[in-house]
């Protein structure tokens, strides 16, 4: 029963995923790509837990650790860049139909 359950949520992962590497690769913003990467990293960090917990090795749970801590490092010096390059971007005119 235990090894149907981690197997059934092993493919929920796997979707999940696909959903968000299709908004990923789509995302009509950077914001959205940069919300499909993260999600797609805490996938990757949900998957490396359940194999820990398929093959009962506190192994994968260190690689997780690091795994998330690299992430979150990298997600937070991606919005540090794209902050700065919208600071020194040129703002476009304001549409006068708005006003």
């Known amino acids: 029963m235990r090894a149907l359950l981690l197997d059934f949520m ?5 979707l999940w995923a696909a959903g968000a590497t299709f908004r990923l690769i789509v995302g009509p913003g950077i914001e959205d790509r940069l919300i499909a990467l993260n999600v797609l990293a805490g ?5 490396l837990v359940l ?5 009962q ?3 994968l749970l ?17 919005v540090r860049f794209l902050r700065r390059r919208s600071k020194s971007m040129p703002k476009p005119p304001a549409d006068p139909r708005l006003s």
Do not use: E, K, N, T
């Not at 996938?43 to 998957?47: A, E, I, M, N, T």
């Not at 194999?51 to 093959?55: I, L």
């Open 43 to 47: 996938l990757v960090l949900g998957f």
């Open 62 to 78: 260190d690689v997780a650790l690091v795994y998330d801590i690299f992430g979150f490092l990298g997600f937070l010096a991606l």
């Open 51 to 55: 194999q820990a917990a398929r093959m």
């Open 57 to 59: 090795s506190s192994f």
């Open 10 to 14: 092993a493919i929920l992962l796997v």
